[in-house]
């Protein structure tokens, strides 16, 4: 049977057999272009690199092209002799029965759902190139060819993973530092714990069935400051919160019973009273909060944060825009119509009371929006926003640049986002490549990658939009999309991560603005949870910084005022910070009047200061950061009984005062 | 023996319009005396508490026995919600008389009017009987459509009017005694008029004369409803002589994508139409906007980001490309079309869809 020739040069050359029907027998192929004609070899395809799964896959085509070099190699369905075939293709490292994806596509070409798959060789290695017939087993062209090596903005990796429910969340459930993937249906919880020595365990948690299920949303955050965070679920009759207990291996349903046609949920402190709120977009009505009294009460509330009568509000995300310390809100509205529940708001926060001044600074626009994304794209110390398009009807993709927080001015000409044709539901802002400059990820496998000027140019990417976070503990932003792990390459690129331990704010310390000074520049991130329209990624600061290989001083801002300052921190790692551990200001004579007796301590610990500490609050943290103690002093005794040996740090704040020791239980 | 008569406004137009605070209206006919409706709305008072003070209906409330006046409808093509069954009725007051307003627009109605709709299931599990959920009404006033919804309590005696939503499941025997789930939803306030809005206005759906053009089997004989609207008084006599009407949905011996058109009119047009919820996608799925085929997308490519998989709305020839069977077929509360309205699938429109698709040549590209 006739089944492949060789175009070279217009010119056909035939081959026999049925050689190319399984791995073991893929027909060594170099550089040139061929026909297939017909997918028909038994195999199937393991494991499935392109997107869009297994489905009717049961027949492939097998190749093998060995590279001469280091090379950007690319396999081709997208020619005129492939016309209106949809093809699939995988690309393999490794020996048959245990491939390794390195590359595949389905329907990146021009011509309607052909296939282009690009990647970077290693000399002398042999790539398995399978076509199969997910869409079709009728014959086809393709080409292969190799071109200089693409210094590639940006790669990732995409490994299968094994979860149970919806993949939703990218996120520290634990409080161990490390970035878990959790999965959720109505009646289980599935966590991806992420090993310190890589990999994951995966647990899953049964759950009583909740009311309303995370089908629009999921937001995390620690409710209850125990260290392990909690979750909300955002669906379209109301919100479920599951609530963690006291090592995480429990989560407890608390579904209050009004209706909200929930789209986007945050975590945020609303009324900046140290303990962390509730925040849910409501579709058709005004938006919806629930206040946190610290007791395990949450009040539900409607009417206050962006109060269009018909709602019209899709993507809520809480950013210190007029960089005064409190979150403000903003609201990406949508709606048919030209409806004004359709227009953009940006809710000013003036000691919690909030007041539309999108018409004041330019941003009360009708885009049609999901979501927005927002982040100091300039780095020139405020957060400027590209309000993201669902819907090119009223407009398309509008890059605001913050001008002094009175004028969001409009830089879409030219900036790339003009051209960009990619609608969706989901934009968000991370710096992808770790060079120092927020870039953009938005809809159509692509992130936009910020040029420094703002200016943007897209990416192409393997990965559809999805929770993301650090999954290999690596210092680069991966990307989770359902059932597949992108990680991120890397590059040579520094950073670093800095983690937030709030002990007088919230402990998560969302809404902390984070700043890292270095001798080539600056930049800023608010902690957020919450962002783009759907899913939550990583709470924490994530800072890429270049080549730029020192940073002066970190400092972060926290939501209650105290304002830390870290000097020369190590970078290319995590930074854990905890409010108050590191404080300027503090009168030094004053502090150093505070000392602890005994120490190393049993049971009981004095606290022995010049001035008044009764009721101060107090938090004692472990070695790893956990926060193990957490009341407030009484007669100067910490009652220290039940912790296990070892190194611990106490905080005692009262007011403007924060003082902190460290101390050993025996 | 029960009929259906009805003030018959026309003639006592004649005389004078007719008002709610007219004295009784003449004689109608040889010596016949008038019937006079016993509904009971006060346009100052309504929505009442309760459903029964209406006098809506006689006998068990439960029977939906309609009293003198209320007048029961169904259009051509329905609403799909979870397999429930419904039955409609409308009333007016003496004097109020819809006007025709376009084939596929909703007639005009005056104030007073009210459209009533009962959503119920038949042999209900486990106790295999059937069970009215809530009555839904829409009434006119100043100029305005409102809305007022009733849920009917356990026993069945009473429904209360409540505007909170709620979220009932219910399992139930279908046609084929095979036990079926949905968990029902009754709407807030603001889910009606998610549907029910052109603008920023209220307005009915399914009360358009191209769907009311067709024989219903009344309960003094069949007869065309828009002919018996206009016999009881109910609708101006101006109506055009052709009033162009969709096929039914479910006729199998019509042509596929003319079934189509006349499902996702009545179930998908309320969003999808200029001046409605979703008018921001590229789809417009009224009657009058359908025989082009790209207003049915296909080959139209979707604006929402679904995943790769999904090339077009409607793919030619390939459903599993096609975004609009993955809507109807899915359950989940975030893809599932239309939004509101169903929490599971309607098979047999899933199954016109995935039909129609794969008749569909050539492939787009």
């Known amino acids: 049977m006739k089944k492949t020739g060789l175009l070279s040069i217009a010119l056909l050359t035939a081959m026999i057999g049925a050689a190319q029907n399984s791995c073991t027998t893929a027909i060594p192929v170099g550089a040139g272009s061929y026909v297939v004609s017909a997918v028909d070899g038994p195999e199937i395809p393991d494991p499935i690199c392109a997107q869009n799964g297994l489905g009717n896959t049961s027949a492939s085509e097998w190749y093998s092209f060995t590279a001469t070099g280091i090379n950007t190699i690319t396999v081709s369905t997208d020619l005129p002799g492939t016309q209106g075939v949809d093809t699939r293709v995988h690309i393999y490292s490794g020996q048959c029965g245990s491939l390794t994806c390195v590359g595949g596509d389905d329907d990146s070409g021009v011509g309607n759902n052909t296939s282009v798959a690009s990647w970077n060789s290693i000399t002398g290695t042999t790539y398995l190139i399978a076509f199969d017939n997910r869409w079709s087993s009728a014959g086809f062209h393709f080409s292969i060819s190799e071109s200089d090596p693409v210094n590639s903005m940006i790669n990732f990796t995409g490994q299968a993973v094994s979860v149970s429910g919806s993949s939703l969340a990218v996120v520290d459930m634990d409080g161990d530092g490390l970035d878990d993937l959790v999965a959720v249906t109505s009646t289980n919880i599935n966590i991806h714990h992420q090993l310190a020595t890589g990999g994951f365990s995966s647990t899953n948690i049964t759950t009583t069935t909740a009311d309303h299920s995370a089908s629009w949303s999921l937001a995390a955050g620690d409710l209850d400051d125990n260290g392990f965070r909690d979750l909300m679920y955002g669906s379209g009759s109301g919100v479920t919160f599951m609530i963690a207990n006291e090592d995480g291996t429990i989560f407890h349903e608390v579904s209050p019973p009004e209706y909200i046609f929930t789209q986007r949920t945050n975590f945020i402190d609303i009324n900046n009273d140290g303990i962390l709120d509730a925040f849910a977009c409501h579709d058709v009505e005004p938006n919806c909060y629930f206040m946190n009294d610290g007791n395990g009460n949450l009040t539900f509330i409607q009417g206050g944060i962006g109060d269009t009568p018909n709602g019209g509000n899709y993507g809520s995300l809480w950013v210190d825009y007029d960089n005064d310390g409190d979150a403000d809100c903003f609201i990406s509205k949508c709606r048919g119509a030209q409806q004004p529940s359709g227009i953009n708001q940006l809710l000013q926060n003036n000691g919690g009371v909030f007041t539309d001044v999108a018409p004041l600074v330019g941003l009360a626009d009708n885009t049609q929006t999901w979501s927005s994304a927002w982040g100091d794209f300039d780095n020139d110390g405020d957060m400027d926003v590209m309000v993201g398009a669902s819907s090119f009807q009223n407009g398309g993709h509008q890059l605001m640049r913050n001008d002094g927080f009175t004028t969001f001015t409009n830089v879409t000409v030219g900036s790339g986002y003009d051209t960009f044709t990619g609608v969706g539901h989901e934009h968000v802002t991370y710096d992808f490549n770790n060079d120092g400059w927020l870039d953009i990820m938005g809809a159509g496998n692509t992130i936009m990658i910020n040029n420094g000027n703002m200016t943007f140019t897209p990416s192409p990417v393997p990965a559809g939009i999805g929770p993301m976070g650090d999954l290999n503990n690596d210092g680069f932003w991966d990307i989770v999309n359902e059932g597949t792990i992108y990680m991120n390459n890397g590059n040579n690129n520094n950073y670093l991560k800095v983690r937030t331990i709030g002990t007088v704010s919230n402990r998560d310390g969302i809404g902390a603005r984070v700043e890292v000074m270095t001798a080539q520049g600056n930049q800023i991130r608010d902690v957020r949870a919450g962002e783009g329209f759907r899913y939550m990624s990583s709470i924490g600061a994530h800072f890429g910084l270049g080549l730029t290989d020192a940073i002066t001083e970190v400092i972060v801002r926290w939501p209650s005022g105290i304002v830390d300052h870290i000097m020369t921190p190590t970078i290319n790692g995590t930074l854990t910070v905890v409010e108050g551990a590191h404080p300027v200001g503090i009168d030094e004579a004053e502090a150093t009047e505070l000392n602890l007796f005994p120490n190393p301590v049993q049971d009981i610990l004095q606290v022995i200061a010049a001035t008044d500490l009764s009721n101060a609050i107090v938090s004692v943290l472990d070695a790893s950061g956990k926060l193990v103690v957490n009341s407030t002093l009484i007669n100067g005794r910490v009652d220290v009984s039940k912790l296990t040996a070892g190194a611990y740090t106490i905080t005692i704040s009262k007011g403007k005062t924060v003082m902190v020791r460290k101390f050993t239980k025996q | ?365």
């Open chain 2, 1 to 365: 023996m029960r009929s259906i008569v009805l003030v018959i406004c026309s003639i006592v137009l004649v005389f004078a319009a007719c008002r709610k605070d007219d004295p009784a209206p003449e004689p109608v006919g040889p010596g016949a005396p008038a019937p006079v409706s016993p509904v009971v709305f006060d346009l100052g008072e309504v929505p009442y508490p309760v459903l029964s003070t209406y006098n809506f209906f006689e006998g068990e409330l439960a029977d939906m026995m309609p009293v003198q006046g209320v007048l029961p409808f169904e259009p051509l093509n329905t609403l799909f919600t979870d397999y429930a069954h419904k039955k409609r009725f409308v009333w007016m007051p003496v004097g109020a008389k819809a006007q025709y307003a376009g084939d596929g627009n909703p007639l005009d109605f005056d104030d007073g009017s009210v459209l009533i709709k009962h959503f119920y299931y038949d042999r209900v599990m486990p106790a295999d009987e059937r069970k009215i959920i809530e009555t839904r009404l829409l009434f006119r006033r100043n100029g305005q459509w409102e809305f007022a919804d009733y849920v009917w309590n356990a026993e069945q005696t009473e429904a209360l009017l409540d505007m909170t939503g709620a979220t009932v499941p219910i399992d139930w025997l279908d046609e084929d005694n095979v036990l079926r789930h949905a968990d029902y939803r009754i709407p807030t306030e603001s889910e009606c008029f998610t549907c029910h809005k052109n603008y920023d206005q209220i307005v009915p759906i399914g009360t358009k004369p191209m769907n009311l053009r067709n024989s219903f089997a009344f309960a003094d004989g069949p007869m065309d409803q828009l002919a018996k609207w206009q016999s009881v008084g109910y609708l101006e006599a101006n109506l055009p002589p052709n009033i162009v009407t969709p096929i039914r949905w479910d006729d199998e011996t019509q042509d596929l994508q003319e079934r189509v058109r006349a499902y996702v009119d009545i179930n998908c047009a309320h969003c999808h139409s200029e001046g409605k919820h979703c008018d921001y996608r590229p789809i417009r799925y009224a009657f009058s906007e359908t025989a082009d085929p790209t207003n049915l997308g296909v080959c139209v490519e979707p604006t929402e980001d679904l995943g790769s998989l999904y090339t077009f709305i409607v793919t030619s020839g390939n459903v599993e490309r096609s975004s609009m069977h993955y809507r109807m077929a899915s359950d989940e509360e975030q893809i599932r079309m239309p939004l509101l309205g169903r929490s599971i699938a309607h098979d047999e429109a899933v199954q016109l869809v995935e039909d129609w698709i794969n008749s569909l040549s050539p492939p787009c590209n």
